[in-house]
T-cell receptor
Framework: SQQGEEDPQALSIQEGENATMNCSYK?????LQWYRQNSGRGLVHLIL?????REKHSGRLRVTLDTSKKSSSLLITASRAADTASYFC????????????FGAGTRLAVHP | ETGVTQTPRHLVMGMTNKKSLKCEQH?????MYWYKQSAKKPLELMFV???????ENNSVPSRFSPECPNSSHLFLHLHTLQPEDSALYLC?????????????FGPGTRLTVT
């Protein structure tokens, strides 16, 4: 069964605006990761947040995790056209650290 | 470049063909993965290898046969595929199995089964 589900499915914004994507999952996790994928290519890891962490930053990215609500959010601040991509959350669930289960992703379009 | 390469990048094959996908990682990692990404489903984990030993086989049909001859190379052998097997096949690696860690993905092989 699908573990992570992103919301919204698609997001369209202007350059300079912030973009927020949400992820919900069903079972207990050890870690949650966010990945980015440019059209039809491989995924690139963005951030890993552990279940005992509530917030993590990396450059213009901010990830929060609320284990009580089984949800996470990814915030991209001051977005750029180059941020246009699909963003996926992945959880390890009960299968073990390496057996990631991905959500369907959010397609982000940033317009110049 | 992520340090993970995949060949070929595009493959068209008939249902009776046999072909192989190749993945190579130059990162010194010990765990390697095959994923399938199709248009209508989220990314699905197919196989996991740790130090050349298969540790996961996610109910994948036998027409997909993985091979890991060493920790740097991973193959996916394909035979008698179905049109619904058309998808982007992604290889990934990570430092070690059992370690919470990021995975490094290759660019993928776009497979079309006719």
């Amino acid at each position: 069964s699908q573990q992570g589900e992103e919301d919204p499915q698609a997001l369209s914004i202007q350059e300079g605006e912030n973009a927020t994507m949400n992820c919900s999952y069903k079972t207990s996790i050890n870690n949650l990761q966010w990945y980015r994928q440019n059209s039809g290519r491989g995924l690139v890891h963005l951030i890993l947040i552990r279940s005992n962490e509530r917030e993590k930053h990396s450059g213009r990215l901010r990830v929060t995790l609320d284990t009580s609500k089984k949800s996470s959010s990814l915030l991209i601040t001051a977005s750029r056209a180059a941020d246009t991509a699909s963003y996926f959350c992945a959880t390890d669930g009960t299968g073990g650290y390496n057996k990631l289960i991905f959500g369907a992703g959010t397609r982000l379009a940033v317009h110049p | 470049e992520t340090g993970v390469t995949q060949t070929p990048r595009h493959l068209v094959m008939g249902m009776t063909n046999k072909k192989s996908l190749k993945c190579e990682q130059h990162l010194g990692h010990n765990a390697m993965y095959w994923y399938k990404q199709s248009a209508k489903k989220p990314l699905e984990l197919m196989f996991v290898y740790s130090l050349e030993e298969r540790v996961e086989n996610n109910s994948v049909p036998s027409r997909f046969s993985p091979e890991c001859p060493n920790s740097s190379h991973l193959f996916l052998h394909l035979h008698t595929l179905q049109p619904e097997d058309s998808a982007l096949y992604l290889c990934a690696s990570s430092r070690a199995f059992g370690l919470a860690d990021e995975q490094y993905f290759g660019p993928g092989t776009r497979l079309t089964v006719t």
